[in-house]
């Protein structure tokens, strides 16, 4: 067996750029080399909490949404703020220390509208988009006063009818499609012309001058996302000449747009193969982008608003799951199974994402062997992780998958009515449950029996 090609497991940490760091901030070692975060040590964690377990650490993701405000104070000379885009991962917790970091929060349903309102983010910094918001979304968000993006002319349709009879007017967004063509994954690509998302380009020059004779609307900014996961800063760049175009359009147009919204999109290392720029690189070009794109259209600048959700929140999380089979096809794969998967990380499955993973208690003994890392679910495709060199290990052991902090909780299902996993904050060497663990009778709560089937069986 090879080398272990991983590095050393938290070797080279650099609190200041959190999102360049394939595990938590808070990440070290007990005195017997195990692995601790926050001074909490995982397998303890895993047999307090039970597995699989999502574990945040308040750390990273205090020192993520510091990182991005301190980068525009530093970059951008009008005023800014950056939102959190909760879909990567929407409870409370994560929305309560969001808030009190100063960020706003982008939510697209009722749910993670209701959970950011809940979790103390005030409404005022709080944006709603979505590419087919229900008139009950709509309704919702204008009942506390929430800014709407507006996506397409269904959303103008609703809201003129929601408006009716009201006399203050409601502030949105407009957001289109910038035209932009990215790398990353096929399915998170926002910004080419051929997406679901946003207004087409055509489109914005008639929706602006519509929008000039709606009363009830107040055109606060332009929004624009091309995509997530992506390493380049090129594109970024780009996408601030667009959106100065269309600053210069509506401000023709008269509407005030005192904000432009760039989205979000910067990637995170899940791998000691990838490697992001900085978040403080990421501000730093798209904020002198914008200023530059502004200055030679002789544009005031705007407040420079972003969007990221990955990069705040996905080194902030890791996953514990427990060791249980193992099936060796001779000639083939080894499969070593854990008591979790696609259910609780459908990412590897949806887009081939690669993650980096070792034994909680012996993160630095030497690989034995490369196993496939299988979850429990009824389906081949349920693969954690390929080619995982393994140190040696028994079933029971604890086994720590990094950097699932984004998009995992949030995309988790109940496929094969499995639970949803219970998510612990880590702090200071505080373990604090934050969101409880389904049970599996839980999971029968919806189901209903018509009488006419109940004598059946
Ligand atoms: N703003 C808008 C309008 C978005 O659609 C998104 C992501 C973001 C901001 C945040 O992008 P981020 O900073 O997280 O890249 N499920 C996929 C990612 C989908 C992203 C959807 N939109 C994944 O697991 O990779």
Request: net charge negative.
């Amino acid at each position: 067996m090879d080398a272990d090609p991983q590095p050393r497991i938290g070797e080279g940490l650099d609190p200041g750029s959190p999102n360049r760091n394939l595990v938590p901030i808070s990440l070290d070692r007990d005195g017997e080399g195990r692995l601790r975060l926050a001074g909490c040590g995982l397998s303890d964690l895993a047999r307090r909490f039970g597995t699989p377990l999502y574990v945040i650490d308040e750390a990273t993701l205090r020192a993520t949404c510091r990182a991005y405000r301190q980068a525009l104070d530093r970059h951008y000379p009008g005023d800014s703020l950056a939102i959190y885009a909760s879909k990567a991962n929407s409870s409370l917790a994560i929305t309560a220390v969001v808030a009190e970091e100063g960020l706003g929060l982008d939510a697209v349903s009722a749910g993670e509208l209701l959970t950011a309102l809940e979790g103390g983010m005030p409404p005022e910094r709080i944006v709603l988009h979505g590419n087919n918001k229900s008139a009950e979304e709509l309704a919702l968000a204008l009942q506390h006063g929430v800014t709407v993006v507006v996506d397409n002319w269904r959303d103008l349709e609703l809201l003129a009818e929601l408006c009716r009879g009201r006399t203050e007017a409601v502030p949105l967004l407009l957001r289109f499609t910038p035209g932009i063509e990215c790398h990353t994954h096929d399915y998170i690509r926002t910004g080419h012309l051929d997406s679901k998302f946003g207004f087409d380009p055509d489109q914005l020059e008639p929706v602006l001058k519509h929008l000039a004779g709606c009363r009830w609307a107040r055109l606060q900014g332009l929004h624009a996302h091309i995509g997530s996961q992506i390493f380049e800063i090129e594109p970024h760049r780009d996408l601030a000449g667009v959106l100065a175009d269309a600053l210069a359009l509506a401000r023709g147009l008269g509407h005030p747009c005192a904000d432009l919204n760039v989205g979000g999109g910067l990637g995170i290392r899940y791998t000691a193969a990838d490697d992001p720029p900085s978040i403080d690189t990421w501000v730093e070009a798209v904020a002198t982008a914008v200023v530059e794109a502004c200055r030679s259209r002789g544009l005031d600048l705007p407040r420079l608003l972003c969007e990221p959700g990955r990069s705040l929140v996905g080194t902030a999380g890791l996953t514990l799951y427990q060791i249980g089979s193992r099936k060796q096809v001779p000639g083939f794969s080894t499969y070593v199974s854990v008591d979790g998967g696609m259910s609780d990380n459908p990412r590897p499955i949806t887009y081939g994402s690669q993650y980096t993973a070792v034994l909680a208690d012996r993160p630095d003994a030497p690989a034995v062997e490369r196993v496939t890392l299988a979850g429990k679910h009824c389906e081949s495709g349920d693969v954690l992780l390929r080619d995982l060199p393994l140190a040696d290990c028994r079933p029971g052991d604890v086994l720590v998958v990094f950097a699932t902090g984004a998009y995992n909780a949030s995309m988790g299902s109940n496929y094969n009515r499995i639970p949803r996993p219970a998510t612990v904050m880590v702090h200071e060497g505080r373990s604090e449950l934050v969101q409880r663990r389904e049970r599996p009778d839980e999971l029968l709560r919806y189901d209903v029996l018509p009488e006419r089937l109940r004598s059946v069986g």
